[in-house]
């Protein structure tokens, strides 16, 4: 995925049809994987989505779940009716058969680990400015804990110029134990996704330097996820 595949703001992105999932004109690969992870999700993991009427049904929005398996993002698209992009892990978009299911299914954005990948941020901004949800997780990782990790500030920079963009709180219940880390097959566990109300970048203050802000957004954050069921 490169910024050329976007359109100028308040456009759809070039390679992608402006339409909701399930509505005539969809890709037929994102309704198949869409219904295969959803069948999987119900069945093998008894999934239960709670909030998701909170989940604007138009526009942009920035999804933030917490992140403790790699069955994380394809579980959370598979509960939205919407098509969505993600942020990746460069590495995994590398990966043959795994980085085209991921690139094809959540329409993964590569982003180096690390930090300081100034052109995944930009295009996490057109993303959004062209009217799209993108998944992005703000721990940077998943937790080897099953606990949540410190928040990044990544998630902040991209809202910062985007005034208007709700942020999404999202708690994966339970993923932790069905597929953590260097586990092969996930157990058949119970999955719950929590949604939570999409909120406003808190405005920064006067006198409040770029760290404080910062600091006082996770906060907010970390309390939102928390409230939601996060430990």
Same mark, same amino acid.
């Given at each position: +995925?490169?910024?050329?595949? *976007?359109?100028?703001?308040?456009?759809?992105?070039?390679?992608? @049809?402006?339409?909701?999932?399930?509505? @005539?004109?969809?890709?037929?690969?994102?309704?198949?994987?869409?219904?295969?992870?959803?069948?999987?999700?119900?069945?093998?993991?008894?999934?239960?989505?709670?909030?998701?009427?909170?989940?604007?049904?138009?526009?942009?929005?920035?999804?933030?779940?917490?992140?403790?398996?790699?069955?994380?993002?394809? +579980?959370?698209?598979?509960?939205?009716?919407?098509?969505?992009?993600?942020?990746?892990?460069?590495? =995994?978009?590398?990966?043959?058969?795994?980085?085209?299911? !991921?690139?094809?299914?959540?329409?993964?954005?590569? =982003?180096?680990?690390?930090? $300081?990948?100034?052109?995944?941020? %930009?295009? !996490?901004?057109?993303? *959004? %400015?062209? $009217?799209? @949800?993108? *998944?992005?997780?703000?721990?940077?990782?998943?937790?080897?804990?099953?606990?949540?990790?410190?928040?990044?500030?990544? #998630?902040?920079?991209?809202?910062?110029?985007?005034? $208007?963009?709700? #942020?999404?709180?999202?708690?994966?219940?339970?993923?932790?134990?069905?597929?953590?880390?260097?586990?092969?097959?996930?157990?058949?566990?119970?999955?719950? =996704?929590?949604?939570?109300?999409?909120?406003?970048?808190?405005?920064?203050?006067?006198?409040?330097?770029? %760290?404080? #802000?910062?600091?006082?957004?996770?906060?907010? *954050?970390?309390?939102?996820?928390?409230?939601?069921?996060?430990?």
């Amino acid at each position: +995925m490169s910024a050329s595949q *976007l359109t100028e703001p308040g456009q759809a992105p070039a390679r992608l @049809p402006a339409v909701e999932p399930w509505h @005539p004109g969809l890709r037929g690969f994102y309704r198949f994987t869409h219904f295969v992870m959803s069948t999987v999700a119900r069945l093998y993991c008894r999934r239960e989505v709670i909030g998701l009427e909170h989940f604007p049904p138009s526009g942009p929005a920035l999804i933030l779940p917490t992140h403790s398996s790699f069955i994380d993002p394809p +579980m959370v698209g598979a509960a939205l009716n919407r098509e969505i992009y993600a942020l990746s892990r460069a590495e =995994i978009l590398e990966v043959p058969l795994l980085g085209w299911l !991921c690139r094809r299914f959540y329409h993964g954005v590569p =982003i180096r680990r690390g930090g $300081g990948d100034r052109e995944a941020l %930009r295009l !996490c901004r057109r993303i *959004l %400015r062209a $009217g799209w @949800p993108l *998944l992005y997780f703000p721990e940077g990782q998943r937790t080897p804990t099953g606990t949540m990790q410190p928040l990044q500030r990544g #998630w902040i920079l991209i809202l910062d110029d985007l005034p $208007g963009v709700p #942020w999404i709180p999202v708690q994966m219940q339970s993923t932790y134990h069905i597929m953590r880390r260097g586990q092969l097959f996930p157990r058949p566990r119970k999955l719950r =996704i929590v949604f939570g109300k999409p909120r406003p970048l808190p405005e920064r203050r006067p006198g409040e330097n770029s %760290r404080q #802000w910062h600091a006082r957004c996770n906060a907010e *954050l970390e309390q939102a996820l928390r409230d939601l069921g996060a430990v």
